[in-house]
């Protein structure tokens, strides 16, 4: 269990991430988890004065949430890159690559999740 | 007059990494930039999750050469944070030393790249002539000259015999004689001074909203180091970051450069104090539950993320190495320079891009 952790859900995440730009904390990152039952654990991590501060929420993936990079733009970079390997999207990022932030025309979908590793041995075979 | 995009990179003279940056243009100057990357994402932290916890070791460190020490040492924590392993004092100095040289290294491969960006061909030659005694002494304690894999988890499985101590300290002796003497020109120098001095300002009130580390950060006015958090042995050791606060080009050189005299002293204080005693702990079992270290690489804050579930394989590895964390920092800088700046404003950041795409 991580230090600092507050568990959230999708409506409060714009007001929980305001309120730790309000305190004065530093966007440090996002952290993505896949689970068993294919839902996926978003980790937003934050420091002030070497101390972090972790949000926690759990969504289905293919699931929308708010994009945080309007209050913090040093998150645009790894909403695209969640985005793209892991499926989650985001609404109203200060720059959107499309899908070409990580990835080709190519590339698999979302190459992080479980089932797409399946779908590849399944080829192979 | 029009506007015009011009693609810079993947593939360019100053680029030792594929980056690409769409530079929007009115003449010579930058009115927008993005940066675009994905051309050597390898899927490691997908690959992390099909490894037996052991041999992560070996692959953190291939995730960068130029930090592969460090990588190694972030992730060697993490599992030791989730099993509750305490490493012996000797291996913690051990580790100090290492990182150390890593991050001499580092800073002097850049300052290298960054006088050849600007075209000081000697100035470059006499810096990556003084970081080859580095990668000496590297091969010469750990077997390689890059990727040094000295660090377990536990601890460390090599060790500094007095004849390696030795060793280690005449050549950082000889790197800190180089340095003084290229310092000068760092400093004083027209070429140096021209073409770095209020170049790529990031005012510190930026530097900070836009998440940046490292000596980015720290040239920009912001005391931020791990080092200072005492992991390993940096709690047993005399450790102030250095700061500048001008937010140039010029200040995050100097930045660098006053760091390499920093690490010779932190190496000289740790061999100094390095106790006798074992190097490594051991241990039994698997790993279970979930860890979240930060420490200081060279190019600024890694953060490693580990979820383990008991068995040999991880649920998850995830890392945001300094890189990522310095991208935004461009967003900001290369708007209104000119194009001849580019280069340096992209250098400045320190960029590895196979660390931030892994």
Redesign the interface.
Known sequence: ??SNLTEISVDMILNQVHRKKDEGY????M????NEDLTIDL?Y?FDRD?E?S?LKLTVNKEFELPSISKI???A???ENEIQELFGVKFDGKA?N?GG?????DDDLEN??CRNQ?VIEQLEDK | MGKTIIPFGPQHPVLPEPLQLKLVMRDEIVVEA?P???YV?R?L??LAEQKDFMKNIYLVERVCGICSNMHALTYCMAIEEIMSIEIPDRARFLRVIWAELHRIHSHLLWLGLLADSFGFESLFMQIWRSREKIMDIMEATAGHRIFISTNTIGGTHKDLSPEQQTEVLKTVQLVYDDMKAVEKVIYNDYTVAHRLTDVGILPTEIA????TVGPMARASGIV?D?R??GYAAYGDLEFEPVVETAGDSHARTKVRLREVYQSIELIREAIGKLPEGDIFTPFKGNPN????V?LEQPRG?V?Y?V?ANGTKLL??V?L?TPT??N??SL?HMLPGSSLADVPVLILTIDPCISCT?R
Do not use: C, W
């Open positions: 269990m991580l530093r966007f440090v990152s952290t993505t988890v896949e980790y991590h070497y972090i972790n913090y733009l040093a645009v970079f790894v720059i690559y070409h932030f990580i990835l080709s190459p992080m590793i | 993005i675009a990357i994905g994402h899927g932290e997908k900070y909203a836009l998440g931020f791990h200072t958090q539950g979930e860890a979240l930060r804050e953060l993320y979820r649920d998850r995830r945001r990522f964390a991208l935004p967003l795409e």
